[in-house]
């Protein structure tokens, strides 16, 4: 039902306020004032009580304003990758051309390592049979470290992704959400706007535990993180759009991100 309408500017409203007045707009209906003709005075009135502008801040702003990105590696260690001793491996290293993870690891972490003060990055596999009991883990540290799952800049990263290929079994299956986990419990404890995490998860393949994902991807909706997940290799990544909030929200039984 349409009552009626009013016309004001923002600048008339906020001199109003300024000067302690109460704007009373008159709400006017155009079809029952052809209607009634001289007769319609209006449709009622509109009394504006209070006005206030809040300013909203953009991602760049934060970044201007000394907010630090930490950025976190998950890399996949399944054997749908391939033996990294094969050259048709996605996770083959060619000591004169990088392979499709060493490639996304650079383009990202080239741009994010500007806007992490320590360019101590926190590196995690997903996958994999572990030493030294070769248990699979979807949540472990490439640089061999029980403890400490940071590398210092870059070349860190390259090096801790070398190192666990070499001393991991790569087995499956391929799940996220013990990595968004880790992830969301760090963002967790900086919720002041003093950092934002940022999650790169690079993957070959299709997700093995999709309602896992979504419920941590909703949980942490709230929190200053993001994730980036870049497919590699020819796997049909057609599923893994129902991650993308772009268009449709994320949500898990009937939850939205």
Same mark, same amino acid.
């Given at each position: 039902?349409?009552?009626? +309408?009013?016309?004001?500017?923002?600048?008339?409203?906020?001199?109003d &306020?300024?000067?302690?007045?109460?704007? *009373?707009?008159?709400?006017?209906?155009?079809?029952?004032?052809?209607?009634?003709k001289?007769?319609?005075?209006?449709?009622?009135?509109? &009394?504006?009580?209070?006005?206030?502008?809040?300013?909203?801040? &953009?991602?760049?702003?934060?970044?201007?304003?000394?907010?630090? !990105?930490?950025? *976190?590696?998950?890399?996949?260690?399944?054997?749908?990758?391939?033996?990294?001793?094969?050259?048709?491996?996605?996770?083959?290293?060619?000591?004169?051309?990088?392979?499709?993870?060493?490639?996304?690891?650079?383009?990202?972490?080239?741009?994010?390592?500007?806007?992490?003060?320590?360019?101590?990055?926190?590196?995690?596999?997903?996958?994999a049979?572990?030493p030294?009991?070769?248990? $699979?883990?979807?949540?472990?540290?490439?640089?061999?470290?029980?403890?400490?799952?940071?590398? +210092?800049? !870059?070349?860190? *990263?390259?090096?801790?992704?070398?190192?666990? !290929?070499?001393?991991?079994?790569?087995?499956?299956?391929?799940?996220?959400?013990?990595?968004?986990?880790? $992830?969301?419990?760090?963002?967790?404890?900086k919720?002041?706007?003093?950092?934002?995490?940022?999650?790169?998860?690079?993957?070959?393949?299709?997700? &093995?535990?999709?309602?896992?994902?979504?419920?941590?991807?909703?949980?942490?909706?709230? !929190?200053?993180?993001?994730?980036?997940?870049?497919?590699?290799?020819?796997?049909?990544?057609?599923?893994? +759009?129902?991650?993308?909030?772009?268009?449709?929200?994320?949500?898990?039984?009937?939850? +939205?991100?």
């Amino acid at each position: 039902m349409n009552l009626g +309408e009013c016309f004001i500017t923002l600048h008339e409203l906020l001199e109003d &306020s300024r000067h302690g007045k109460q704007p *009373i707009l008159e709400l006017m209906n155009e079809k029952k004032k052809k209607k009634k003709k001289s007769k319609y005075k209006n449709s009622g009135k509109l &009394s504006v009580e209070y006005i206030e502008i809040e300013k909203g801040y &953009s991602f760049l702003d934060f970044i201007r304003g000394g907010m630090q !990105l930490a950025f *976190i590696v998950a890399i996949d260690f399944t054997a749908s990758n391939g033996d990294p001793k094969s050259r048709g491996s996605l996770h083959y290293i060619d000591p004169h051309t990088p392979n499709h993870y060493q490639t996304a690891l650079q383009a990202v972490g080239r741009i994010i390592q500007d806007y992490d003060a320590d360019k101590l990055f926190p590196c995690l596999g997903f996958g994999a049979r572990v030493p030294p009991t070769g248990e $699979v883990k979807h949540e472990f540290f490439l640089n061999g470290d029980l403890n400490n799952p940071y590398v +210092e800049g !870059l070349d860190g *990263i390259m090096d801790a992704y070398n190192h666990a !290929l070499h001393r991991v079994q790569l087995y499956g299956p391929t799940n996220f959400s013990p990595v968004i986990n880790y $992830v969301a419990n760090l963002a967790r404890e900086k919720q002041d706007g003093s950092e934002y995490f940022i999650l790169l998860i690079i993957t070959d393949g299709i997700i &093995s535990d999709m309602p896992q994902t979504l419920k941590s991807i909703v949980s942490a909706a709230k !929190l200053p993180m993001s994730i980036i997940i870049i497919g590699v290799g020819d796997a049909d990544f057609e599923a893994m +759009e129902i991650l993308d909030g772009d268009y449709v929200r994320v949500s898990y039984q009937d939850v +939205e991100a």
